[in-house]
């Protein structure tokens, strides 16, 4: 278990900054990366998260997926959520969930989904301003609350907690985090009481009468539901929104044709997804003993698996640290792969295709980001920034 370097943490800012060549480092020289400081095992080479990803039985999902510093018990700081839940279990709470999550709903949503960009992008002021808060932030949050079935007038104190919930990170002990998550829970709790007397047409009332072989959700799995939707469908489009602004902002012929050529748009998402993952890694635990690359990685210990590095290997694809906006998709783990694949995908694609297709066109708006003034995020999972100046 001995390495003679210690060459990536992933909580390390300076690794945060750009971690690509670390990846590449990781992917050539130890495929099966003890992480001392971390605490965790890193798998970086493709086939190898794509291996781990398609076997829950090995690589568990229950004791949390969160790279968190060590002595953190993740299954402490959540409520019950689909996202930390293993098959057999899992399999039957996707379906239930499925019933109300359906690609009707979230096709349903394009029309306010194009309104509330327009109105976003409306309300810029002209001058400087930050691409994060005033619309990469909002745009996902505002989806959310009206997935859900939020009324008007409750959006914004749902966008205060959500965002703070989203910034103030729980895993770190971030007191502002817990605070946003306990009220967010008695806020649908309110809510689900009330589906239950009066159903209307919104996700909750669905949720809450979804019957799959005679079963149904507790309130405790609607209500982790409804907040997983947040932690996992809020950040990552964020990200991958701020991500693909500031990669774009140094390829004016890519964004003529994605402005210009739907199919060129669709096939650029993935290509932003890949080349930028807004998920850097997830992690697993091992329930048994196995062997990689020459170490044992032992029952109990974690395993990060590295999205944003299985992404760029050379070895699934063709010059991977080149953004080749026709790309043939399909390969990228971005989303995930195997039972958790993200129940969101098709949903954080229309956004983002309806977000790009309105900069792209817009006729006030020139394209480009501030690099040098830009903040990263920092955070162990995601990828992105925390603030983005844009003209
Ligand atoms: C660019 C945006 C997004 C990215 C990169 C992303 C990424 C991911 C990834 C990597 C997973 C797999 C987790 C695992 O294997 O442990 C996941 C799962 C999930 N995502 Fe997303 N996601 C995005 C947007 C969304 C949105 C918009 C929603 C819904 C509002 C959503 C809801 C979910 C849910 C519910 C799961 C758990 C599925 C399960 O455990 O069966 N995601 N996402």
């Known amino acids: 278990m001995s390495q003679p370097v210690r060459i990536y943490d992933p ?3 300076q690794v945060q900054q750009d971690p690509y060549p670390v990846y590449e480092q ?3 020289e130890a495929p099966a990366y003890w992480a001392e ?3 965790t095992w890193v798998l970086s080479r493709y086939d190898d998260v794509s291996a781990a990803l398609a076997a829950p039985e090995t690589f568990s999902s229950a004791k949390g997926i969160f790279p968190s510093p060590p002595g953190v018990d993740q299954s402490d700081l959540f409520l019950p959520m689909l996202i930390m839940t293993d098959p057999p279990r899992h399999a039957q709470l996707r379906a239930l969930v499925s019933r109300a999550f359906t690609p009707r709903r979230i096709a349903s949503m394009e029309t306010s989904i194009r309104q509330t960009t327009d109105h976003l992008l409306g309300q810029i002021n002209p001058g400087p301003w930050d691409f994060v808060s005033d619309f990469a932030g909002p745009l996902p949050a505002i989806v959310i609350a009206e997935l859900v079935g939020v009324p ?12 703070t919930l989203v910034q103030a990170n729980p895993i770190h002990g971030a007191r502002d985090g817990l605070a946003a998550a306990a ?4 806020y649908f709790a309110g809510f689900l009481a009330e589906r239950r ?3 209307r047409r919104d996700l909750i009332s669905d949720l809450v009468h979804a019957e799959v072989e005679g079963e149904r959700l507790t309130d405790d799995e609607v209500l982790g539901f409804c907040l997983l939707l947040l932690v996992a469908g809020h950040e990552t489009t964020t990200n991958l929104l701020a991500n ?3 990669i774009l902002t140094t390829r004016p012929q890519d964004r003529a044709r994605m402005a210009h050529e739907p199919a060129v748009l669709a096939s650029a998402i993935e290509e932003l997804l890949r080349y930028d993952s807004p998920v850097q890694g997830l992690s697993r635990t091992l329930t048994r003993d196995i062997t990689l690359h020459g170490e044992t990685l032992h029952s109990g210990q974690t395993a990060l698996l590295l999205f944003g590095s299985a992404n760029r290997d050379h070895r699934a694809f063709a010059n991977p640290d080149e953004f080749q906006v026709e790309r043939e998709p399909g390969r990228q783990v971005a989303f995930g792969r195997g039972p958790h694949f993200c129940l969101g995908a098709a949903l954080a694609r229309m ?3 309806i977000a790009l297709h309105a900069l792209l066109n817009h006729t006030s708006f020139k394209w480009f980001a501030d690099l040098p003034a830009a903040k990263r995020l920092h955070s162990g999972p995601i990828r992105g920034y925390a603030s983005l100046p844009v003209q």
Do not use: H
């Not at 008007?152 to 965002?163: I, L």
């Not at 009220?183 to 008695?186: A, K, P, R, T």
């Open 11 to 13: 909580f390390d800012p």
């Open 26 to 28: 990781l992917r050539d």
């Open 37 to 39: 400081d971390a605490n």
């Open 152 to 163: 008007a007038d409750d959006r914004e104190q749902f966008r205060a907690w959500s965002s």
């Open 183 to 186: 009220s967010l829970y008695e």
């Open 197 to 199: 007397r009066t159903p």
């Open 244 to 246: 693909s602004m500031a």
């Open 351 to 353: 956004e983002t295709r």
